[in-house]
Nanobody, 119 residues
Framework: VQLQASGGGLVQPGGSLRLSCAASGSIFSIDNMGWYREAPGKQRELVAAITSGGSTNYADSEKGRFTISRDNAKNTLYLQMNSLKPEDTAVYYC??????????????WGQGTEVTVSS
């Protein structure tokens, strides 16, 4: 199983980006998925999470600016980020709880995509 994250880049303050994370491999089902970020010198933190049924959870600082969604048919996770601030600068990682064929659930991480918010 692999998680491939994409969509990061350099954006000016107030701008928008859309991150994607595609899961591939011998996947039987995907439970919870989420986005985390790791800023320089800081610990990795949860940005947003979504259940298989579509229920969402956001960190307080992202509420109203970020939207997490998923396309279960494509095994893909998204993060729409609006009104970006310099403090959103970080490497963003996707995470998913995946059940492989003939296996139990396990957690997988994507490789990270870098987001830089700067003028």
């Amino acid at each position: 199983v692999q998680l491939q994250a994409s969509g990061g880049g350099l954006v000016q303050p107030g701008g928008s980006l859309r991150l994607s994370c595609a899961a591939s491999g011998s996947i039987f089902s995907i439970d919870n998925m989420g986005w985390y970020r790791e800023a320089p010198g800081k610990q990795r933190e949860l940005v947003a999470a979504i259940t298989s049924g579509g229920s969402t959870n956001y960190a307080d600082s992202e509420k109203g600016r970020f939207t997490i969604s998923r396309d279960n048919a494509k095994n893909t996770l998204y993060l729409q980020m609006n009104s970006l601030k310099p403090e959103d600068t970080a490497v963003y990682y996707c995470n998913a709880k995946i059940r492989r064929v003939f296996r139990s659930y396990d957690y997988y991480w994507g490789q990270g995509t870098e987001v830089t918010v700067s003028s």
